[in-house]
């Protein structure tokens, strides 16, 4: 059964830095791509990145260009995603998801699977 669980979520002061993880089980990364999306208290679910199978392609929201990055390591089965510099906006529950489609994009109606998500509370 094909399962996403993500981790490294937690509380962080601003200008600070996370690192979120999505570790895959009961399927072989190599043909999904993946995505990054997040929801805040009362506002709707909405795309911060993806990555292509291979990891040659990427993609980013604007308000985390340059700030976020998106990686994959198929042999630990696991994508990551580096927060750096965050703000109190940031602030949301961070989903990881998949698809077996070969385009990526930031849509989270494109992924078909999805991690139960973890918090991340950017404040000081």
């Known amino acids: 059964q094909l399962q996403l669980v993500e981790s490294g979520g937690g509380l962080v002061q601003p200008g600070g830095s996370l690192r979120l993880s999505c570790a895959a089980s009961?399927?072989?990364?190599?043909?999904?791509?993946f995505g990054w999306f997040r929801q805040a208290p009362g506002k709707e679910r909405e795309g911060v990145s993806c990555?292509?199978?291979?990891?040659?392609?990427?993609n980013y929201a604007d308000s985390v260009k340059g700030r976020f990055t998106i990686s994959r390591d198929n042999a630990k089965n696991t994508v990551f995603l580096q927060m750096n510099s965050l703000k109190p906006e940031d602030t949301a529950v961070y989903y990881c998801?998949?698809?077996?489609?070969?385009?990526?994009?930031?849509?989270?109606?494109?992924?078909?699977?999805w991690g139960q998500g973890t918090q991340v509370t950017v404040s000081s």
């Open positions: 990555i292509s199978r291979s990891g040659g392609s990427t």
């Open positions: 009961g399927f072989t990364l190599d043909y999904y791509a």
């Open positions: 998801a998949a698809t077996d489609k070969t385009m990526v994009v930031i849509l989270d109606k494109w992924y078909e699977y």
